[in-house]
C-alpha cells in the first residue's frame, strides 16, 4: 500500500518535512518514491505539487492523519472529487 506521509529532515530543534509518497512498510526517512511538498510546522509554510499529489490519491494512496489535516487546508481533496 502507498502512504502519504511526512519524512522528517532538517536540524536538531529546526525541522522540516517533505510530503512525499512511500511503501507503507518503508521507515519514515528512507527513500520515497516521489517527493509531493513540503511542510515546515515552526512558520506554518507549505508548498505542495498539487497535481501530483490528487494523482496520487486518484491511484488509492492513503494520508496519514497530518498529512490528510494539511491537505485538507490546502483544498485538495476538493480537486480530487472534481
Avoid at 506521509?5 to 516521489?34: C, F, N, Q
Amino acid at each position: 500500500m502507498i502512504k502519504l506521509r511526512l519524512k522528517r529532515y532538517g536540524k536538531k530543534r529546526e525541522v522540516s518535512y517533505r510530503i512525499v509518497a512511500m511503501r507503507s512498510t518503508s521507515r519514515r526517512d528512507g527513500r520515497p518514491l516521489e517527493e509531493l511538498g513540503f511542510y515546515n510546522p515552526r512558520t506554518d509554510e507549505t508548498r505542495l505539487n498539487v497535481p501530483a499529489i490528487v494523482k496520487r490519491l486518484q491511484d488509492g494512496a492513503q494520508p496519514t492523519e497530518t498529512v490528510r489535516n494539511i491537505l485538507q487546508k490546502a483544498k485538495v481533496f476538493e480537486q480530487v472529487n472534481a
